[in-house]
T-cell receptor
Framework: NAGVTQTPKFQVLKTGQSMTLQCAQDMNHNSMYWYRQDPGMGLRLIYYSASEGTTDKGEVPNGYNVSRLNKREFSLRLESAAPSQTSVYFC????????????FGSGTQLSVL | AQRVTQPEKLLSVFKGAPVELKCNYSYSGSPELFWYVQYSRQRLQLLLRHISRESIKGFTADLNKGETSFHLKKPFAQEEDSAMYYCALFPGSSNTGKLIFGQGTTLQVKP
């Protein structure tokens, strides 16, 4: 039981490049989330998926797209990376129907040059 | 609007001193409130939630609906408490499960 697994752990991109951050959970959770963590800004929700087949924007969705591939997997895509997207990205999951706590992945440190 | 405010970016105390990390929220309904902690090089993890009313690692937090606060307290800080602490709100009326986080407070416990 690995919990929430994120890949990659580190990534350096050039402005304009694209990439996909992968996230998978093995806890059979309904809901999955992508957050970014920036100094002084805390954790801000980018996108979330309340259940399989649905996705919704969070606070800071611009420049990102997501795919809830199945119940386990929720990917985050940067189509054209910008320096403002330099951040630490966290995936999380939760079974809100049973009031489960939020489980986090270990994070992806992304630098856009 | 739903909001969580942690007014202190950094709180620095000496070992053995009392600690209070402040958290205020804005929400008109009945919220669920949480404290999450991130130790160095570890992933974010739940520290405590107000509905369980438990004490974890000596920390407690009381929900004060009148003051809309959920401050985290510990009577005697330890060096291993040094970490980033996030207060989070789950709007009870939401069916999405998404949590709203505050800006975070770094707690530094000096020897």
């Amino acid at each position: 039981n690995a919990g929430v697994t994120q890949t990659p752990k580190f990534q350096v991109l050039k402005t304009g490049q694209s990439m996909t951050l992968q996230c998978a959970q093995d806890m059979n959770h309904n809901s999955m989330y992508w957050y970014r963590q920036d100094p002084g800004m805390g954790l801000r929700l980018i996108y979330y998926s309340a259940s399989e087949g649905t996705t919704d924007k969070g606070e800071v969705p611009n420049g990102y797209n997501v795919s809830r591939l199945n119940k386990r997997e929720f990917s985050l895509r940067l189509e054209s990376a910008a320096p403002s997207q330099t951040s630490v990205y966290f995936c999380a999951s939760r079974d809100y129907t049973t009031n489960e706590k939020l489980f986090f992945g270990s994070g992806t440190q992304l630098s856009v040059l | 609007a739903q909001r969580v405010t942690q007014p202190e970016k950094l709180l620095s105390v000496f070992k053995g001193a009392p600690v209070e990390l402040k958290c205020n929220y804005s929400y008109s309904g009945s919220p669920e409130l949480f404290w999450y902690v991130q130790y160095s090089r570890q992933r974010l993890q739940l520290l405590l939630r107000h509905i369980s009313r438990e004490s974890i690692k000596g920390f407690t937090a009381d929900l004060n609906k009148g003051e809309t606060s959920f401050h985290l307290k510990k009577p005697f800080a330890q060096e291993e408490d040094s970490a980033m602490y996030y207060c989070a709100l789950f709007p009870g009326s939401s069916n999405t499960g998404k949590l709203i986080f505050g800006q975070g407070t770094t707690l530094q416990v000096k020897p």
